[in-house]
């Protein structure tokens, strides 16, 4: 069992950066890929980033791909998405997921979510 614990949202202007955190819970932090989803009102849920278990390897959406980071800390059990030149179409509920493989990545536990409001 993995928990999960984003943090970091908030309300910012078009062209500002953001730092979502999302931390775990759990001695198989380390065993995890871990990725980055996003829903927007009246939209379906897609995918923005993820990352591998040794975080050697990452993937991104193209519509985030050059300016947003994934990264994870395995000491904090901790995992990262720096987003950059944010846009109002970037608006959404972001969700951090725990998942088994970062191929096709899918989330077996998820977070509560992190409100990310752009503003133009």
């Known amino acids: 069992q993995v928990q999960l614990v984003e943090s970091g949202g908030g309300l ?3 062209g500002g950066s953001l730092r979502l955190s999302c931390a775990a819970s759990g001695r198989t932090f380390n065993t995890y890929a871990m990725g ?4 927007a ?4 849920r897609e995918f923005v980033a993820a990352i591998s278990w040794s975080g050697d390897r990452t993937l991104y959406a193209d519509s985030v791909k050059g300016r947003s980071t994934i990264s994870r800390d395995s000491a ?3 995992v990262y998405l720096q987003m950059n030149s944010l846009k109002p179409e970037d608006t959404a509920v972001y969700y951090c997921a725990a998942g088994p493989r970062l191929a096709r990545f899918q989330g077996d536990y998820w977070g509560q979510g992190t409100q990310v409001t752009v503003s133009s």
């Open 41 to 44: 009102p009246g939209k379906e």
């Open 76 to 78: 904090k059990s901790t």
């Open 36 to 39: 980055w989803f996003r829903q």
């Open 12 to 14: 910012v202007q078009a």
